[in-house]
């Protein structure tokens, strides 16, 4: 459904360990990349290749582990919860409405 | 993509059900709570959108067949019923995120000024002006971005199966929460959360 490219791009030829300027060329590749790469979903060879670039460039080696921190934060977000009097009140509407109709 | 729950005669009237929608009920009101909650960001619209769903999910149980966990069945009913209530509410217009916007321009948005060094999850979050943060930038992200994230990292699925219950393929799932995700690191960065100890006093919970 989505138009646009996916996280993951087709190429696999660049090599991420060069010279560069953030916000563009190969750090920009690296960016569509970083959630594949977090999850794990890379293979090998590219990893290494991203890997590499980190150990050379600052800048996404802090990118990345604030994005690393963002889905940290996410997956630790205590949920709410109901109170015993929410789920009968809750039941006996959907029950009243589905009788209702 | 659909789920497998299709219609399939013959079936049996809703009204003969009572017992197996109390268990339906009972075995996952706090599981689609927490979802609504996290897609909703507050607790009225969080309850309207569980009624929302277990009515529906009455009046489709005759049709259930189980080819696709209850689970999931319930989560994809909520995510659409959540689609229609906000679209009545709101009529709010989806943009799109493209990748080029969450590129860094300057040395302040590569990090987080947020307090977690030495800190589990946990004790991190107990801190209420990360909270209110993090749920700040999870609120205002758009909605398909939003439930891709929800799913996945609130929710703990599968892309495949968040797939499903979004009616996307997996990579469709994982370009909107690299998105998601990135939206959600920006919003983050620009802000400056200051350091409470609050762990170390009880903690907080909202």
């Excluded at chain 1, 290494?48 to 604030?66: K, M, Q």
């Excluded at chain 2, 009572?18 to 927490?34: G, M, S």
């Excluded at chain 2, 799109?96 to 800190?119: H, K, N, W, Y």
């Excluded at chain 2, 998105?179 to 802000?191: H, K, N, T």
Aim: aromatic share 6%; with cysteine; hydrophobic share 35%.
């Amino acid at each position: 459904m989505t138009k646009k490219k996916t996280a993951v791009p087709k190429k696999r030829s660049r090599t991420f360990s060069q010279p560069h300027t953030h916000g563009q060329g190969h750090c920009a590749d690296l960016l569509r990349q970083l959630s594949a790469y977090i999850d794990d979903e890379l293979p090998s060879d590219i990893c290494r290749e991203i890997r590499r670039h980190l150990g050379t460039c600052p800048n996404c080696e802090v990118f990345i582990a604030s994005l690393k921190q963002t889905v940290t934060l996410c997956r630790h977000r205590p949920a709410q919860q109901l109170t015993s009097s929410d789920r009968l009140n809750m039941r006996r509407a959907i029950l009243d409405a589905a009788h209702a109709r | 993509m659909r789920p497998a729950f299709r219609k399939t005669p013959p079936s049996r009237p809703a009204m003969q059900q009572p017992d197996e929608f109390d268990k339906l009920y009972r075995d996952h009101v706090d599981l689609i709570y927490r979802y609504a909650y996290r897609l909703c960001g507050d607790a009225e619209s969080a309850k309207d959108l569980v009624q929302e769903t277990f009515l529906n999910a009455y009046r489709g149980l005759k049709d259930f067949r189980g080819e696709a966990r209850v689970s999931t069945w319930l989560y994809t009913i909520a995510s659409r019923a959540c689609i229609r209530m906000r679209r009545k509410r709101k009529g709010e217009p989806e943009h799109a995120l493209s990748l080029e916007e969450f590129v860094p321009t300057s040395e302040g948005e590569f990090r987080l000024q947020i307090p977690m060094d030495g800190l589990t999850p946990e004790e991190a979050l107990q801190n209420k002006e990360l909270r209110q943060a993090l749920d700040q930038a999870i609120d205002k992200l758009p909605k398909k971005y939003r439930m891709a994230l929800v799913l996945r990292d609130m929710e703990g699925l599968s892309a495949k199966e968040a797939g499903t219950i979004m009616g996307l393929n997996e990579r469709a799932v994982k370009s909107r929460l690299h998105r998601a995700r990135l939206f959600v690191r920006r919003e983050l960065s620009a802000r400056g959360i200051t350091n409470h100890n609050e762990h170390k006093s009880g903690g907080l919970r909202s």
